[in-house]
Nanobody, 123 residues
């Protein structure tokens, strides 16, 4: 059974940093591209960042470029999202997802999803 679990969310002041982690079990982690998505209340889910199976290729939403960094440790089956210079508009539930076909910021191809971790940025 595949399990995807996010952690690391919390409350932070604007300008602060958080690092999200995502562990995936029940699958061969380095067979999967991984992505981070977020959804704020009343808004659609949006792709934040994605990384290919090797970690060599990444993609970012324009809204987070230069502030967020995605990375992965295939030996430990962990995905990370380092978030710096956080803004109140980054407040959302953040989800991790696994895609066996390709890395992308589009959510429709992702096979497995976590339950999310809440990030709240106060002004």
């Amino acid at each position: 059974q595949v399990q995807v679990v996010e952690s690391g969310g919390g409350l932070v002041q604007a300008g602060g940093s958080l690092r999200l982690s995502c562990t995936a079990s029940g699958l061969t982690f380095d067979d999967y591209a991984m992505g981070w998505f977020r959804q704020a209340p009343g808004k659609e889910r949006e792709g934040v960042s994605a990384i290919d199976w090797s970690g060599d290729r990444t993609a970012y939403a324009d809204s987070v470029k230069g502030r967020f960094t995605i990375s992965r440790d295939n030996a430990k089956n962990i995905l990370y999202l380092q978030m710096n210079s956080l803004k109140p508009e980054d407040t959302a539930m953040y989800y991790c997802a696994a895609d066996q076909t390709r890395y992308s910021l589009g959510s429709s191809n992702y096979n497995y999803w976590g339950q999310g971790t809440q990030v709240t940025v106060s002004s």
